[in-house]
């Protein structure tokens, strides 16, 4: 079997390549990738893999020449903490590090690609268990969108490190992002992202992670703040490795948040799972998870299950879910998904006010432990106390402040 590159090596065996011609492909696994802009074209929104997604308020991101021109600007900041003996280094995109964990499957991935100028790259060294997080926080200080730019950041967990990365987003910016990360043989590398952003930010992430033998990766997204679009490709590379896939989401009137996790199983013997939790209020807040998983023809042994949970706050919010789950090869453990978008339950409400609860304080506790399931998996305690910190702003100023207006409901 060849070498995954991220979405499938069958990709490329196939001539999935159309050199300026997208043809439809019913399988994710057999999306066309590239390095070079001219193969992969500017999406006019009738494609499978856009048509959930505001173009238009992404289209300044598929603008090769005006990205490359914003990233020249410098309209973000990075900066990085990390404990000692972690390796953090910025590099030019000539380094032989970068590129190495599949090539761009999407306009925005190969324009982040070809217009960056220099990597954020930082290493846990082989051995190495963290005693706290590493935290890479970009700022946005483009207010206007003036100026779309393009980022590279590459994360490698060596051999037996144990460790944590936080992508942390903040401010406002127009920025297409490339995150590459390799997992290593015995290393356990726990990697989140923030979007944090502001309303008016947009953001579209290509992250491309490769698990290599008994690696380990915790994957999470939590994205609270502007239009997002986050696709997550993750495989393996040899026997035995272990991928948990984490996200959240609270989307808001107005606000797109897309997130398209992708789990290749191509090689033998191999675990995931995917569980991603969200919440939606106000007119136009529109959320989108497709969440696709490939179990290949080497592939035998797989155990995966993939999850996807709408919770609908108001009216005028609207939630699209997709999972797709493609077997191969039928000697595996397990295999499954599930999908469900819906309201307030009615049961859950009455139980709480029919001991007492205020209904302000019934829906809050309900939509608390909606979260609380996935946030609790998170593992970073910084990150679960920001996050549930969030959620509780967003139903104090939104969900919270409807419930105090409605009138009194005799219990």
Known sequence: ??????????????????????????????????????????????????????????????????????????????????????GVETVPREDPRLGVVGAPVD???????????NSTVVTLP???????AVRVTTTGTDAGLEHPAAQHIRVAAEKDAVGTVVLDHRGTAALTQTVEATVAD??????????GWEDAAIHASNHRVRVEGRGTLKH?????????????????????????????????????QEHRPYVAHTEPHCYSRVAYKGALQGQ??????????LIGAGARGTDTYELNRNLVLTEGA???????????????????????????????LFYLRARG???????????????????????????????????????ELNALVTAREQAPTAV
Not at 126 to 132: C, F, I, Q, S, T
């Open 107 to 117: 306009r925005t991935g190969v324009v982040a690609w070809a217009a960056f100028r």
């Open 220 to 256: 999470v997204v939590v994205s609270l703040g502007g239009d997002v679009r986050i696709c997550s490709d993750l495989g393996f590379k040899g026997e035995g490795g272990h991928i948990d896939a984490y996200g959240v989401y609270f989307t808001d009137a107005g606000q797109h």
């Open 284 to 293: 136009g807040a529109h959320s989108v998870w497709v969440g696709d998983c």
């Open 357 to 395: 609860i205020p209904e302000m304080e019934a829906r809050r506790l309900v939509v608390l432990g909606f979260f609380n399931e996935i946030v609790a998996e998170i593992g970073v305690p910084e990150v679960e106390e920001r996050l549930m910190a969030a959620i509780e702003q967003e139903l």
């Open 1 to 86: 079997m060849p070498e995954l590159k991220t979405d499938h090596s069958r990709a490329a065996l196939e001539g999935a390549h159309s050199h300026g011609q997208r043809r439809y492909v019913s399988s994710r696994a057999d999306r066309p990738t590239s390095f070079d802009p001219a193969d992969i074209p500017a999406p006019h929104g009738r494609e499978e893999e856009w048509r959930f997604t505001p173009i238009k308020r992404f289209a300044p991101l598929f603008d090769l020449d005006a990205v490359a021109a914003g990233t020249a600007a410098d309209p973000l900041s990075v900066d990085v903490d990390a404990p000692a003996g972690v």
């Open 126 to 132: 082989a051995g190495a268990g963290l005693e706290r």
């Open 318 to 348: 609207k939630a699209d879910s997709i999972p797709n789950l493609e077997i191969e090869n039928g000697n595996i453990e397990g295999a499954g998904h599930a999908s469900a978008t819906g309201r307030f339950d009615d049961e859950q």
């Open 186 to 195: 015995g290393a356990e590398l726990t990697l989140v992202t923030i979007q």
